[in-house]
C-alpha cells in the first residue's frame, strides 16, 4: 500500500504533519478525518514514487508463518489491530507489509478481519477467508488460525515433495535429450558427406 504525507489542522487549530498509509489520495484524507483531524496537504511520499513496496507471490510455506505470528500474538491476547502492527514490522522488507498495512488500515476502519483480506484474493484464497470469517463469527479467530496455519505448512510439504520426486526424472529427460543431440550431430555422418558417397558407389 503507498504512503502518503499530509499535513493537516487538528480541532484545536494546531497544525500537524505525518505519514498515513492509504490506498489513495482520497483514502488517506477519509482516514485522516476520521482521526479528527483536518487535512489540508496530501502528497505521494517520494520514497514510495521511487521504488513501490515488492509484492508476495502467493507462498504457502510463507503464509503459513505469518498466520501462525498473528494467531501467536491474538492467543497472547493481543488486540488485533496491534497484532497486526507488530505483523507489519516483523514482516518489513519482505512484500508481504504492504499486504498486512492494507489489511491493517481496512481493520481499523471498522471492516471485519475476513472482508479486509478478501481484496488481496491474489494471496488469501476463498477457503481462507472463509475460515477466518468462521472464526471471527464464533470467536475461536486464534485457534482458526493455528489450523490454517498448519493446513498450510501440510500444503507447502506436499508441494516440496513433488517437486522433490519430479526433479529426478525431469533431469534424466535433459540429459538424454542433450546425449540423443550428441548423437545426431557428431557420430551419425550427415547426408551427402564425401564417406556417404562412397560407401554407395559399386566397386
Known amino acids: 500500500m503507498p504512503a502518503f504525507t499530509y499535513r493537516a489542522l487538528a480541532g484545536s487549530g494546531a497544525s500537524t504533519h505525518g505519514l498515513i498509509d492509504a490506498e489513495t489520495p482520497r483514502h ?3 482516514l485522516l478525518r476520521a482521526r479528527g483531524l483536518y487535512p489540508t496537504r496530501v502528497e505521494t511520499n517520494p520514497t514510495t514514487r521511487r521504488a513501490g513496496p515488492r509484492q508476495p507471490q502467493r507462498d504457502p510455506a510463507a503464509l503459513a508463518l505469518s498466520t501462525r505470528q498473528l494467531a501467536t500474538l491474538l492467543v497472547a491476547g493481543v488486540p488485533l489491530t496491534e497484532a497486526l502492527d ?7 522488507g519482505t512484500g508481504w507489509d ?6 491493517r488500515a481496512a481493520v ?3 471492516t471485519s478481519l475476513a472482508t479486509a483480506l ?6 488469501f484464497p476463498p477457503t481462507y477467508c472463509a475460515i477466518v470469517a468462521a472464526g471471527e463469527r464464533s470467536g475461536t479467530l486464534p485457534a482458526g488460525l493455528e489450523r490454517l496455519a498448519d493446513q498450510l505448512d ?7 515433495s513433488v517437486r522433490s520426486a519430479l526433479t529426478y526424472p525431469v533431469i534424466m529427460l535433459l540429459v538424454t535429450a542433450l546425449l540423443l543431440v ?6 551419425v555422418p550427415p547426408s551427402g558427406s564425401p ?7 559399386p566397386g
Open 28 to 30: 488517506a484524507r477519509q
Open 86 to 92: 507488530t505483523l507489519v514490522e516483523i514482516e518489513h
Open 98 to 103: 504492504s499486504v498486512w498495512t492494507a489489511v
Open 108 to 110: 481499523r476502519e471498522g
Open 118 to 123: 478478501q481484496p488481496h484474493d491474489r494471496i
Open 154 to 160: 501440510a500444503h507447502a510439504a506436499t508441494r516440496a
Open 182 to 187: 550428441a548423437l545426431l550431430a557428431w557420430v
Open 195 to 201: 564417406h556417404t558417397s562412397e560407401t554407395l558407389v
